[in-house]
T-cell receptor, first 117, second 116 residues
Framework: AQSVTQLDSQVPVFEEAPVELRCNYSSSVSVYLFWYVQYPNQGLQLLLKYLSGSTLVKGINGFEAEFNKSQTSFHLRKPSVHISDTAEYFCAVSTDAGGTSYGKLTFGQGTILTVHP | DTEVTQTPKHLVMGMTNKKSLKCEQHMGHRAMYWYKQKAKKPPELMFVYSYEKLSINESVPSRFSPECPNSSLLNLHLHALQPEDSALYLC???????????????FGPGTRLTVL
């Protein structure tokens, strides 16, 4: 079965500073990785995804993430954050494994990013 | 059109009421999902429909009854709910469930449900 660990439940940062939100996964088969953002009282919006190919993926709003197979990580980064980036961020994984993982996204517990002026 | 719509946005109901949540997508997706999300928690999968057939029920109590009338619509019928069922209910769709690569899910804005 697959699992996702987001190492930080809360990350406070000042505006224009860089930020990294950490995500580690566990799976015995090939994975597909996603980062979603959720603003207060809204649904989830896809920031970026890794399906195959280049390990550095770029997403919306200036975010990027790097897939590291040896470290089983998919950390999200932004070089300079804005107040509007304040939100909750979820890392998620899916696989081609069958059984109980079939057709499912497995989410991490989420990281609340708070950007201070 | 890459949008998943959900109605209503907010719903308050008593424990004896019957109500329904609706979800619609026009992306041609063949997989649709219901999630329940409590505050400061990740979405928790409830049901998955694949090609209009229920493929996953995550041991959800029978007071929640899903329905997929066609490939674009997904309903969640609610009856005799408990206060602990109060949560944000999210609908999502994806191209398919045949492969993990198709599990990029598009989420609706959710219905905020309060059970009194």
């Amino acid at each position: 079965a697959q699992s996702v660990t987001q190492l930080d439940s809360q990350v406070p940062v000042f505006e224009e500073a860089p930020v990294e939100l950490r995500c580690n996964y566990s799976s015995s088969v090939s994975v597909y990785l996603f980062w979603y953002v959720q603003y207060p009282n809204q649904g989830l919006q896809l920031l970026l995804k890794y399906l195959s190919g280049s390990t550095l993926v770029k997403g919306i709003n200036g975010f990027e993430a790097e897939f590291n197979k040896s470290q089983t990580s998919f950390h999200l980064r932004k070089p300079s954050v804005h107040i509007s980036d304040t939100a909750e961020y979820f890392c998620a994984v899916s696989t081609d494994a069958g059984g109980t993982s079939y057709g499912k996204l497995t989410f991490g517990q989420g990281t609340i990013l708070t950007v201070h002026p | 059109d890459t949008e998943v719509t959900q109605t209503p946005k907010h719903l308050v109901m008593g424990m004896t009421n019957k109500k329904s949540l609706k979800c619609e997508q026009h992306m041609g997706h063949r997989a649709m999902y219901w999630y329940k999300q409590k505050a400061k928690k990740p979405p928790e999968l409830m049901f998955v429909y694949s090609y209009e057939k229920l493929s996953i029920n995550e041991s959800v109590p029978s007071r929640f009854s899903p329905e997929c009338p066609n490939s674009s619509l997904l309903n969640l019928h609610l009856h005799a709910l408990q206060p602990e069922d109060s949560a944000l209910y999210l609908c999502a769709s994806s191209q398919d469930t045949a492969s993990g690569v198709y599990n990029e899910q598009f989420f609706g804005p959710g219905t905020r449900l309060t059970v009194l």
